[in-house]
């Protein structure tokens, strides 16, 4: 089993920035891919990126592509996603996710654990 804790939301203007973190806890962190997510009041839950448990693969939405970096300190058994230059379409719950194995996926069907979200408001 696998825990995930969210940290790092806020309110932030555009153009500004936010660093999310996702701590884990129960099992191997470094052989788990993890993903972030995020779901918009009355949307579907979209996927954002993703990293390989070798972190030598990552995924981006063409979305946030050039704008949002994931990343993992496995160490720490924490995973974080970089957010600059946040547009209020950004605006969102982000979810971080692990996956039992360490290929990074775009789907949110192939994770096996979630987090609770964290709430990041875009202000125009």
């Known amino acids: 089993q696998v825990q995930l804790v969210e940290s790092g939301g806020g309110l932030v203007q555009a153009g500004g920035s936010l660093r999310l973190s996702c701590a884990a806890s129960g099992r191997t962190f470094s052989s788990s891919a993890m993903g972030w997510f995020r779901q918009a009041p009355g949307k579907a839950r979209d996927f954002v990126a993703a990293i390989s448990g070798t972190s030598d693969l990552t995924v981006y939405a063409d979305s946030v592509k050039g704008r949002f970096t994931i990343s993992r300190d496995d160490a720490k058994n924490t995973a974080y996603l970089q957010l600059n230059s946040l547009k209020p379409e950004d605006t969102a719950v982000y979810y971080c996710?692990?996956?039992?194995?360490?290929?990074?996926?775009?789907?949110?069907?192939?994770?096996?654990?979630w987090g609770q979200g964290t709430q990041v408001t875009v202000s125009s």
């Open positions: 996710a692990a996956r039992a194995v360490q290929y990074a996926m775009r789907y949110d069907y192939a994770y096996d654990y």
